[in-house]
């Protein structure tokens, strides 16, 4: 049996100390929900801001850094209003298909290649990726509706969407990247460059659940 690559090592041991981080601090919520965001958030933050330092800014570029700002801002503030109204089992199972989202994408598009999704965008990304994104997504949303008792159906159709926002979240991110010409936001996550490489789907997916359960809301009352 082949080794991982050097890269998918430092992938795996990334998330074997940041995984427990977020589900530690989902579960026992404020404080520690609150610093571990707001980290996160300082940390997207400052890598946006490097996006200003490469090159003389044109007036496209500031709205990229301004739209950027605002789309970091309300993915955390959505992400804090999710564990307190929802729960940390909402967040959990959010957690769980974006992360399933983004595990069977990067081995299903390793294993199957093919044609590429936007290769203008971000090379990489292949539509046998993208599928198998929906698919990982999917099993997690069955799983959590399993032993959450909740209805099947709605979750899963719910875990498929969300799973499209957040691979449309990885390629708006992709296409900022592009436009500023640069690989990574930073490289302070080994393996996967920098807190918004890592949280880009994540952002999005938060932001579209929020609003769902917004709406939802509102409308039982």
Sequence with gaps: MARPSRALRLRIASALVLVPIAVAAVWFGPPWITIVVGVAGLAMAWELSRLATTRQLRRQDWAWIAIGTIWIASG?????????????????????????????????????????????????????????????????????????HSPIISITCVSFALSLVAQ??????????????????????????????????????????????????????
């Design 76 to 148: 955390c503030a959505a992400f804090l209003w999710l564990a307190a109204t929802a729960g940390p089992l909402v967040v959990f199972w959010l957690l769980g298909v974006v992360w399933a989202t983004d595990i069977f994408a990067y081995f299903v598009g390793k294993a199957i290649g093919g044609p590429r999704l936007a290769p203008r965008l971000s090379p990489n990304k292949t539509w046998a990726g993208v599928i198998g994104g929906l698919v990982g997504a999917t099993v997690a949303g069955l799983i959590a509706a399993l032993a959450s």
């Design 168 to 221: 449309a979240g990885d390629l708006a991110e992709s296409w900022g990247k592009r436009h500023f010409a640069v690989k990574d936001a930073s490289g302070l996550i080994p393996g996967h460059g920098g807190v918004l490489d890592r949280l880009d789907g994540l952002l999005a997916a938060t932001q579209a659940l929020a609003l769902l359960t917004f709406i939802s809301a509102v409308h039982i009352g």
